[in-house]
């Protein structure tokens, strides 16, 4: 039988990066990846990278695969996804011991990227919209699509703030950083899944996943 292992993650706690590091193992699938801005962004997720939005997914309609071992990037952890793939393994990131080179660290690699990918772009305005307006009807999330694509050299910290309906300065994506601060994981997921410390991900011991995965 094929085994999923799914890599939960909290944002900007370089699961994306762990994912594919883990992937490249010959017992996965490896996954496609690009690296900008010091981030690696996968491009061939299995799911679509549904379970990276920022809002939950129709996940019934998600099916594993039985011919193949993958990987999955995950911002939902196992409290969640077990009542959806019973027979699937965790990797769990933990929180940032240093909060404040965690989110220094966040305002480098994330809330000052910038890409002329226009999907890429129409995503982060759905994610970002969505999460600060959970009833947003499609027309809405158009309209600020529009709205910022109008806007040249738009950042991904730009965005974020026009969601949330403040200027875009410095100063109020630094407030909303202060938002993004990791909750320590939950005794049940920690008890139910393959434990990283957020500073041991680049070096963390691929086989010992692999080992994990298998005993």
């Known amino acids: 039988m094929a085994k999923a292992l799914f890599v939960c993650y909290q944002h900007g706690c370089k699961g994306e990066f762990l994912s594919h590091k883990i992937s490249t193992h010959k017992f996965f699938r490896t996954l496609s990846k690009q690296s900008v801005n010091s981030r690696t962004i996968i491009t061939n997720d299995f799911f679509g990278k549904q379970l990276l939005n920022s809002w939950f997914p129709e996940i019934t309609s998600l099916n594993l695969p039985t011919d193949h071992n993958i990987v999955v990037p995950s911002h939902y952890f196992y409290d969640t996804l077990k009542n959806y793939f019973p027979n699937a393994y965790f990797v769990s990131i933990e929180a940032p011991k240093d909060i404040d080179s965690y989110r220094q660290d966040l305002f480098d690699r994330f809330y000052s990227y910038k890409t002329t990918n226009m999907l890429e772009l129409a995503g982060e305005c759905?994610?970002?919209?969505?999460?600060?307006?959970?009833?947003?009807?499609?027309?809405?999330?158009?309209?600020?699509?529009?709205?910022?694509?109008r806007i040249k050299n738009?950042?991904?910290?730009?965005?974020?703030?026009?969601?949330?309906?403040?200027?875009?300065?410095?100063?109020?994506?630094?407030?909303?950083?202060?938002?993004?601060?990791?909750?320590p994981l939950s005794k049940e997921n920690k008890?139910?899944?393959?434990?990283?410390?957020?500073?041991?991900?680049?070096?963390?011991?691929?086989?010992?996943?692999?080992?994990?995965v298998n005993k």
């Open 126 to 149: 759905e994610n970002r919209y969505r999460e600060y307006h959970s009833n947003a009807r499609v027309e809405d999330i158009m309209e600020f699509t529009s709205q910022v694509f």
């Open 154 to 183: 738009v950042t991904f910290g730009d965005i974020r703030c026009m969601a949330k309906g403040v200027l875009p300065t410095d100063e109020n994506k630094k407030m909303l950083l202060k938002d993004n601060t990791p909750d």
């Open 191 to 212: 008890q139910n899944s393959f434990v990283v410390a957020y500073e041991n991900v680049a070096n963390l011991n691929v086989q010992d996943i692999i080992d994990y």
